[in-house]
């Protein structure tokens, strides 16, 4: 299995960045696809998650209204539009999947991982 994060970058406070992850080697939607991310000093925390239709969405409090996440299973690809960046969203972003459940879920739930993205907001 490979979850291939790309996407991130430097970019100033206000601004925007669309994050990918290609999926190979599992039915990709049989899973529940993710973004958790890591900032240094921190635990890695839950950002948002897709169900496996694409239908149903999931966001932790502070992205909700400025991230969006959303899935092609046709291209076994997850994605992550982050506007109105701030310094606070600063972190190594992760791709995550998820066989089992519905909704958000913890960093010790996931079943895969991808290798993540920098992502870095200067004030």
């Known amino acids: 299995v490979q979850l291939q994060a790309s996407g991130g970058g430097l970019v100033q406070a206000g601004g925007s960045l669309r994050l990918s992850c290609a999926a190979s080697g599992l039915p990709f939607s049989s899973y529940n696809m993710g973004w958790f991310r890591q900032a240094p000093g921190k635990e890695r925390e839950f950002v948002a998650a897709?169900?496996?239709?694409?239908?149903?969405?999931w966001y932790q409090d502070s992205v909700k209204g400025r991230f969006t996440i959303s899935r092609n299973n046709a291209e076994n690809t997850v994605y992550l539009q982050m506007n109105s960046l701030t310094p606070e969203d600063t972190a190594v972003y992760y791709c995550?999947?998820?066989?089992?459940?519905?909704?958000?879920?913890?960093?010790?739930?996931?079943?895969?991982w991808g290798q993540g993205t920098q992502v870095t907001v200067s004030s």
């Open positions: 995550a999947a998820r066989f089992r459940g519905l909704g958000s879920w913890r960093a010790d739930e996931t079943n895969y």
């Open positions: 897709v169900s496996r239709s694409g239908g149903v969405t």
